[in-house]
T-cell receptor, first 114, second 113 residues
């Protein structure tokens, strides 16, 4: 069975540009969350979506946005990129509704902003 | 702001020893506690979760939770070189959080032969 898939795996952008990251959850999983992991730190929560609705947002500026599609895949968009946005962006899916941290992570999209 | 703090590393233990990883959290409303392992260049993978006070054992891993002290730990018995990784403590609150975890900064564990 396919796990959580993310694309692209690596990308390089320059300051001010826009980026779109994509995620396909495990089949049957309806919840998708996005995390940012800066080198040497733990992942930081950005967004969570369940059944195509935003259920939570972390402490990130409005330059960050996301959406979930009817097939439960998701996109994370970041506008006006800053050098500090360079990080590994992780998508995670989970099956059960309600409070759970049993997340399954994709391999991530590594973004470098020059 | 909810915080999760892990013991500073890196932690180095000899093969066969017990590795002890510790974590404290600030939000008394936290309900669920998780340990993730992350190999270098890879994504985190769940290895243990615990919801109730006390110990939970799974093979060589034991998670311990003390909600009164806001403390959770992970013991790895008979440590192997393949256990060398970053271990992330994560906490979920009691609300309807479908996928929201607060992670600690991670502890790097090295098991040397």
């Amino acid at each position: 069975d396919a796990g959580v898939t993310q694309s692209p795996t690596h990308l390089i952008k320059t300051r001010g540009q826009h980026v779109t990251l994509r995620c396909s959850p495990i089949s049957g999983h309806k919840s998708v969350s996005w995390y940012q992991q800066v080198l040497g730190q733990g992942p930081q929560f950005i967004f969570q979506y369940y059944e195509k609705e935003e259920r939570g947002r972390g402490n990130f500026p409005d330059r960050f946005s996301a959406r979930q599609f009817p097939n439960y895949s998701s996109e994370l968009n970041v506008n006006a990129l800053l050098l500090g946005d360079s990080a590994l962006y992780l998508c995670a899916s989970s099956f059960r509704a309600g409070n759970t941290g049993e997340l399954f992570f994709g391999e991530g999209s590594r973004l470098t902003v020059l | 702001q909810k915080e999760v703090e892990q013991n500073s590393g890196p932690l180095s233990v000899p093969e066969g020893a017990i590795a002890s990883l510790n974590c404290t959290y600030s939000d008394r409303g936290s309900q669920s506690f998780f340990w993730y392992r992350q190999y270098s260049g890879k994504s985190p993978e769940l290895i243990m979760f615990i919801y109730s006070n006390g110990d939970k054992e799974d093979g060589r891993f034991t998670a311990q939770l003390n909600k009164a002290s806001q403390y959770v730990s992970l013991l790895i018995r008979d440590s192997q070189p393949s256990d060398s990784a970053t271990y992330l403590c994560a906490v979920s609150d009691g609300g309807t959080s479908y996928g929201k975890l607060t992670f600690g900064q991670g502890t790097i564990l090295t098991v040397h032969p």
